[in-house]
């Protein structure tokens, strides 16, 4: 069964893209725990991310830290958290979470409700921002 995460980089699914290269694909998260949480996924579909080739790990983990430097030099915070959870969508995946209070890295508090303009605006001021990383 394809994953959510597989459609979305097909574009069966829509997402507030951030950025995406031949292997990787950046989007925001539609249940953010702040402005800017960001989702990074490798394109080829593997559950779990130590079933990842060394190679792409290694090159998820380095197009995930371009794309924290692009968040943190968009949205105003203490530093970028990461939390790869793995056992919501099966489908490797990075959370980037900017850390603006320092306590968002709790996937049990409330989400925030972000306008789609406001989604569209972040994605795009960080992609302007990575393209300068």
């Known amino acids: 069964m394809t994953s959510i995460f597989t459609k979305i980089v097909k574009g069966e699914i829509p997402s507030y893209k951030v950025v995406e290269d031949e292997k990787f694909y950046a989007f925001l998260d539609i249940n953010p725990l702040s402005k800017g949480h960001t989702l990074v996924i490798?394109?080829?579909?593997?559950?779990?991310?130590?079933?990842?080739e060394?190679?792409?790990?290694?090159?998820?983990?380095l197009f995930s830290k371009k794309v924290a430097k692009a968040i943190e030099n968009t949205i105003?915070?203490?530093?970028?958290?990461?939390?790869?959870?793995?056992l919501d969508v099966p489908h490797a995946h990075v959370h980037l979470i900017p850390l603006i209070e320092?306590?968002?890295?709790?996937?049990?508090r409330?989400?925030?409700?972000?306008?789609?303009?406001?989604?569209?605006?972040i994605a795009k001021a960080i992609n302007e921002s990575f393209k300068k990383v």
């Open 110 to 121: 409330e989400k925030l409700k972000l306008s789609q303009e406001e989604f569209t605006s």
């Open 102 to 108: 320092g306590n968002e890295i709790n996937f049990s």
């Open 54 to 61: 060394d190679e792409l790990l290694s090159e998820l983990h």
């Open 76 to 86: 105003e915070c203490k530093r970028i958290g990461v939390v790869v959870y793995g």
């Open 42 to 52: 490798p394109k080829v579909e593997v559950d779990y991310i130590f079933d990842l």
